[in-house]
């Protein structure tokens, strides 16, 4: 089901006109959207207009399922989606602004060997409303408003892989940057992917140019797939030659994610061969201690080696840092807390 946070100003204007209502009311429903509210807490609407538009639109697409605060700041919010699914994002206060970490899809069909989002596989895409009601429900949840936003910066780095739900994030990103929306700019929206070679050439043609983070996660072709199964279908090579259109067409450098796994890919030579790999490439590489998933068994490199990682790429004027993890108390990994209360929720309905 959508609901009225699927609908663009221009969409908005063409409901109320087909059910006979003056084109005003589009700039009223769009207030509403935006804020947050409810029917019930839009007192400017007219009761006819709420009951035309109640029974086939909610006003929401996501409503709030659990919250949990971190030592450092950080909060995780559980979300429940009007089909009983459960997704969930974290909202990362910064010094420059206020990060939220958004889900495109409920699962993931990707199979990453490190990530508790696969965990149970793809249940289904989101919208492009539901993927906009996680940003509205934090902007408003954290006291923002459309003229000064709580939200100012944007990560598709939930669960979910955005580019294999490219049709709805394409919508979303439309939605969320429009100046009737929260007008929150492109250039402040980060998105992840494992890497979909046609699809990151679409992104870069779309005309959103929002930072292309790739979760690159190993140096070689044979490490990569250990970790990430798509890379049989995807190799590194093809990724690279996409990556390297997005920067043609774009202009913004690429942000390469790397997650440092004891055993895996952490070792001074996957350092030396992830120099060669990147050498010359408009490139940022982003190390990443792993967060440990109990069912996926891996344990994050030691700090020691992380740091030793780190040397080797500056030594050769790679631009690289460690990435701050927020939210570690709390479930920081993608997928955890969504996993861990559906699990809970089963127990309870078995009893």
Known sequence: MISLQDFSYEELLALVKDRGFPAFRAGQLLDMIIKNKSYAEATNLPKSLIENLEKDYPPMSVELAGEYRGKDGAIKYLYRLLDGNIIEGVYMPHNYGNTLCVSAQVGCRMGCKFCASGIGGLVRNLTAGEMAGQVLLANRLNGGLPQKRAVTNIVLMGSGEPLDNYDNVIKFLQLISSDKGLNISPRNISLSTVGIPS?????ADSGFPVTLSISLHAPTNVKRERLIPLNKLHDIEDILQAAKYYFDKTGRRIIFEYALAEGENSTKESANELVRLVKGLPAHINLIPLNYVKEKGLKSAHKDLINEFLGVLTQHNISATV???????????????RNTFVKNSVTRSEE
């Open 199 to 203: 699809k990151i050439r679409e992104l």
């Open 323 to 337: 990435r701050r993890s927020m939210g570690s108390d709390i479930g920081g990994a993608c997928g955890q807390l």
